[in-house]
């Protein structure tokens, strides 16, 4: 991205302002979606240089359990409410069937007849890989369906889903506010 504004208009951009502006977009259309507003803060803290690759390796994977999850954002300085809170963001977008076939196929904490679905419609037991499927019903609106599937057992990805076990933790409480 940044080559290429580079390219076209003749002018250097540093990755701090593309980061900022990306931020503001995120905010913007979130909002523009009926999300909440919240305030973004100007200029970046997390490092002094961008690595595409480093932000690629410190994402949590989608088939990672609870204690992966929360270790993963512990080691960023971040905390459970840090955790549960932006996963929300997964009420836009769509996964690949590559990223949640073993869930649907192997997984006990899953609703019986949303896997059944999943497997005749999108995700068959091979093929497919790169087949897409909403994260929750409302894929293009920022809402809390995304956290009312998890209590109905139809989070989509495995790391999702281990965020509401339905065991009264506080991770449990969390999804449930």
């Known amino acids: 991205m940044k080559r290429a504004l580079e390219h076209r208009y003749y002018v250097y951009t540093s990755m701090t302002a593309l980061l900022i502006y990306r931020r503001c977009c995120t905010r913007d259309s979130v909002a523009i979606l009926g999300g909440p507003d919240y305030r973004v803060l100007l200029g970046i803290r997390d490092a002094r240089t961008a690595s595409r690759d480093a932000a690629n390796n410190n994402l949590p994977a989608p088939f990672f359990n609870f204690s992966q999850l929360l270790s993963n954002f512990q080691a960023h300085e971040l905390n459970l409410k840090d955790l549960v809170a932006p996963s929300g963001g997964h009420t836009l977008g769509f996964a690949k069937c590559a990223t949640f076939r073993n869930r649907i196929n192997n997984d006990t904490n899953i609703n019986p007849k ?7 419609s999108v995700c068959p037991a091979s093929g497919g890989d790169n ?3 909403p994260f929750d019903a409302t894929s293009a609106r920022f809402d809390s369906v995304y956290y009312q599937a998890l209590l109905k057992k139809k989070g989509l990805l495995h790391s999702d889903q281990e965020l509401f076990k339905g065991n009264g933790s506080r991770s449990d409480r969390l999804v449930q506010r």
């Open 114 to 120: 949303f896997a059944a679905s999943l497997r005749a």
């Open 131 to 133: 087949n897409l499927q």
